[in-house]
């Protein structure tokens, strides 16, 4: 009786494989027509864009099936829904099928978690007839690779090349480990983190300038984090400016805020002597017609006064790192 069901369930796994073939079929041509990939993302691009080196294991969980979004080798095997591309898995996926089907059930699978995503290092058939069954979560023992950029399901290309931008951005400046828990410094353009990095060796340099020695990039950065950026969001988030611009992060607004002070401090006939960020965030409203809060008239933000030597340096600190990114691209 129990080879009886097996048979009948291997049987039913075949025409469960058509089934998931047709869609799978059906999803790569729409992909086609949108211009938008039906693959699952490759781990080991993920590792070497977010450049993840430490890793450990996490145990054995119940992992949602849905975020399930990739695979260390066979990304090219499956959509991006985990239905197979390749009739010649047949066989093994319809028997992979019986197992799920039958008395036993599964083994768990083994993943690898980045961020709150997970990648299959083994069981990608499981997962794919695990979702071709409808179910929720599968067990799987997880291994973790830390990183503090935000990923989620269906990135395209270009968020991906944002988030590989931010990664090297963390890996100069070391922000990761000496500020592990730093508000996300997202940004719309990729090409905008080679300014922030301006900004910070800017503040490199004043902090040699002003403590008489040599200062480490990473000591440099995360004093740039306490007493400039994150003084900057504080200010903005305080006022709610972001609330009526759904399409820019509060880095961009940070640079849009430093660019201002730099272009006010270098037109004619300006005398003076600092600019700090609140001054530029109500140019920043005016400029746009939204109302200025009678608060931020009188705000007193003393940490992240911009005097104007600082400003010129600022601009040719910058421009530096674009000279320099443009001879290594």
Do not use: C
């Not at 002070?261 to 004619?268: A, D, F, G, N």
């Amino acid at each position: 009786m129990p080879d009886e069901m097996n048979d009948m369930n291997y049987m039913e796994g075949i025409s469960a494989f058509q089934n998931a073939r047709m869609r799978a079929f059906w999803d790569e041509m729409r992909s086609l027509i949108r211009g938008k990939s039906a693959e699952l993302l490759s781990f080991e691009d993920i590792r070497t864009r977010l450049r993840l080196r430490e890793e450990y294991y996490q145990g054995l969980q119940d992992v949602p099936l849905e975020k399930i979004v990739g695979s260390v080798g066979r990304y090219r095997e499956f959509t991006s829904r985990f239905l197979p591309k390749k009739s010649i898995g047949q066989e093994r996926w319809s028997r992979v099928y019986a197992q799920a089907t039958g008395m036993m059930g599964l083994p768990p699978i083994e993943l690898y978690k980045v961020g709150d995503l997970y990648f299959v290092r083994d069981g990608n058939h499981r997962v794919s007839v695990a979702r071709q069954l409808g179910a929720k979560t599968i067990q799987a023992h997880v291994t973790a690779l830390p990183t503090t950029i935000s990923l989620r399901p269906g990135m395209s290309e270009e968020e991906l090349g944002m988030a590989e931008a931010y990664a090297a951005f963390l890996s100069e400046t070391g922000l990761a480990n000496t500020r592990p828990h730093h508000q996300p410094i997202e940004l719309t353009e990729a090409t905008r983190y080679n300014d922030l990095l301006g900004h910070v060796n800017l503040h490199r340099s004043v902090m040699e300038q002003t403590l008489k020695r040599p200062v480490p990039i990473e000591e440099a950065a995360a004093d740039w984090y306490d007493n400039v950026y994150r003084p900057a969001i504080t200010l903005i988030r305080k006022y709610g400016v972001l609330d009526r611009l759904p399409k820019r992060t509060e880095a961009d607004l940070y640079l849009w805020l430093i660019d201002h002070l730099r272009e006010v401090q270098e037109q004619p006939g300006d005398q003076t002597g600092a600019r700090s960020f609140s001054d530029a965030l109500v140019d920043f409203l005016a400029e746009r017609r939204i109302p200025v809060p009678k608060e931020l008239l009188t705000e007193t933000d003393t940490t992240v006064r911009i005097p104007r030597v600082q400003i010129e340096e600022m601009r040719r600190q910058i421009e530096d790192e674009k000279v320099k990114s443009n001879g290594q691209s």
